[in-house]
């Protein structure tokens, strides 16, 4: 099937061979669209670990300034006062024993699930289900935790999780086509800051190798990293 005219353009308005600085990236990446819906604008960055070292494995969650241009659905497995403080602070979805079972039965009609400690014993038996999905619960990215009004205002603000692949490349989202070039700028320094925190002490060389910028359906555009980290790239 050949690619049509709209692919086409999208396609022929980047250059494969050169480094935009990030602005640039942030302008060309909603010109360089070509899908009719309002398409995730995503970083793919390629960093100097191995994520088979456990001392090198990349973590962590930070909250977009500009949030990530959808509505979050939010479950909260907790009980008593804190799943009434789940409810306040705006979770879609809250409950206990009832709700796990409800998930181990297939339902998943959601996109984000917070936990308080002393659920985890019930919320493991659910690591086949919610795991492959990127959904488990975890104390590092501060989806464990009895302080649930933080944890369901952050998500809904614009929280995103990011977890280094095998290759060494994560990939998040930094927004939507629609945003305005300073809002997708504004998050993906958000996302490059809180990869630099999240920099193993055991990761030797360059750290941040290569950044890409691209929508869901168009091409990738290459970054140059000292255009966003305003300094050496092993920073």
């Known amino acids: 099937m050949k690619p049509g005219r709209k692919r086409k353009e999208a396609i022929g308005a980047v250059d494969r061979e050169r480094f935009y600085a990030i602005t640039e990236a942030c302008e060309l990446v909603k010109k ?4 009719k819906f309002d398409e995730t604008v995503d970083l793919a960055v390629r960093l100097g670990v191995d994520p088979k070292h456990a001392d090198q494995m990349v973590r962590g969650a930070t909250v977009l300034p500009h ?16 799943a009434t403080e789940a409810q306040n602070a705006g979770a ?9 079972q409800k ?19 019930q919320v493991g038996r659910l690591g086949r289900v919610l ?13 464990v935790t009895f302080d649930v ?6 998500v809904k603000a614009g929280k995103i999780e990011f977890r280094v692949e095998k290759a060494g490349i994560v990939h998040a989202p930094v927004g939507k086509r629609s ?21 193993p002490a055991s990761a030797k060389g360059q750290y941040v190798r290569t950044i890409t910028m691209s929508t869901t359906m168009g091409p990738g ?11 050496p790239a092993e920073a």
Do not use: C, H, Y
């Open 32 to 35: 360089a669209s070509f899908a």
């Open 67 to 82: 949030g990530i241009g959808k509505t979050v659905r939010v479950l909260v497995f907790a009980k008593g006062e804190k």
């Open 92 to 100: 879609d979805f809250v409950g206990a024993d009832e709700l796990v």
């Open 103 to 121: 998930v181990q039965d297939g339902w998943l009609d959601f996109d984000t699930v917070v936990a308080t400690p002393d659920m985890m014993g």
């Open 131 to 143: 795991g492959p999905r990127g959904l488990m619960p975890n104390p590092k990215v501060g989806t």
């Open 149 to 154: 009004t933080k944890a369901v205002q952050e």
């Open 179 to 199: 945003f305005d070039s300073e809002k997708l700028l504004g998050n993906a320094k958000a996302l490059i800051d809180a990869l630099l925190r999240a920099k």
């Open 221 to 231: 555009i290459k970054i140059d990293p000292l255009s966003i980290l305003g300094g």
